[in-house]
């Protein structure tokens, strides 16, 4: 039973591939007929490089309007103009995107980084305010042992002999 499974997939595949000569013809008699469609796809296909479903529906939205105005304009040099702006549309949306997506990972980017730099900051702010509470019960400390007043009394440093000699020389 698995082998009739197998066969029967076999089949619908080679059914499935049978029918692409028949799919090329046609592609081919449209490209005979209008090569214009063809350009249509060009937006489409980049937005679905860039990765953004907004822009492949603007893309196909516009490549819509393209192909309701190519059936009314049988003239070949608005096909081509009109083939050519709505291509130029579709890939301005998806260059568009591709820009976003990468303006967003940089501001990602950007914001990860600032949280570290906040980060160390707090870090060295904390660091800070243990020193001026260390300090500030030093100096306390010394206030009440009576060590800041014997400083203020102690004389001045006088230079040395050495010194005394230099300048006096």
Not at 20 to 34: K, S
Request: glycine fraction near 6%; charged fraction near 15%; charge should be positive.
């Amino acid at each position: 039973m698995a082998s009739e499974t197998n066969e029967v997939s076999l089949d619908s595949l080679v059914a499935f591939f049978g029918s692409w000569p028949d799919l090329l013809r046609r592609i081919h008699d449209v490209w005979a007929q209008q090569p214009a469609f063809f350009f249509l796809i060009v937006p489409c296909l980049c937005a679905l490089v860039s990765g953004s479903l907004t822009a492949l529906v603007i893309s196909v939205l516009v490549a819509g309007l393209g192909l309701a105005a190519l059936q009314l304009s049988p003239e070949a040099s608005y096909q081509w103009g009109i083939a050519a702006v709505v291509s130029l549309a579709g890939i301005l949306a998806a260059v568009q995107a591709f820009l976003f997506r990468r303006n967003r990972r940089r501001l990602s980017q950007g914001n990860a980084e600032l949280l570290a730099v906040k980060n160390e900051l707090h870090q060295i702010q904390l660091g800070y305010q243990n020193e001026v509470r260390w300090r500030k019960a030093i100096a306390s400390l010394a206030v009440s042992k009576g060590t800041i007043q014997h400083l203020a009394n102690r004389p001045a440093l006088q230079p040395t002999s050495d010194v005394r000699r230099e300048d006096q020389g």
